[in-house]
């Protein structure tokens, strides 16, 4: 049973940085495409980042340059670093797996429950 379980979201002001965790089970991080997605209540899905099989990242232009891709494969987690955070990052943000690329209209095999950040300006 796969199961895609995040932690780390928080209240931060612009400019701070929150570290977002994933923790996968019933499911190998190192072996499929795994990134994070992000959603504002009442509006579209976003494609944040992700990191392929072969650990090759793909960021939103939006978040080049603050945020980071990782993943941990002894503990099976992924993880998103974020920095320099501006008020446009406040979303509920998502684990996924099996995703293909940062278009959300792609087929995504599995989501996590999300964690709500919030920068504040």
């Known amino acids: 049973q796969v199961q895609l379980v995040e932690s780390g979201g928080g209240s931060v002001q612009s400019g701070g940085s929150l570290r977002l965790s994933c923790a996968a089970s019933?499911?190998?991080?190192?072996?499929?495409?795994m990134g994070w997605f992000r959603q504002v209540p009442g509006k579209g899905r976003e494609g944040v980042a992700t990191?392929?099989?072969?650990?090759?990242?793909t960021y939103a232009d939006s978040v080049m340059g603050r945020f980071t891709i990782s993943r941990d494969s002894a503990k099976n987690t992924l993880y998103l670093q974020m920095s320099s955070l501006k008020a446009e990052d406040t979303a509920m943000y998502f684990c996924?797996?099996?995703?293909?690329?940062?278009?959300?209209?792609?087929?995504?095999?599995?989501w996590g429950q999300g964690t709500q950040v919030t920068a504040s300006a």
């Open positions: 990191i392929d099989s072969d650990g090759t990242d």
């Open positions: 996924v797996a099996g995703c293909n690329g940062l278009d959300p209209t792609n087929p995504i095999m599995f």
């Open positions: 019933g499911y190998t991080v190192s072996n499929y495409c």
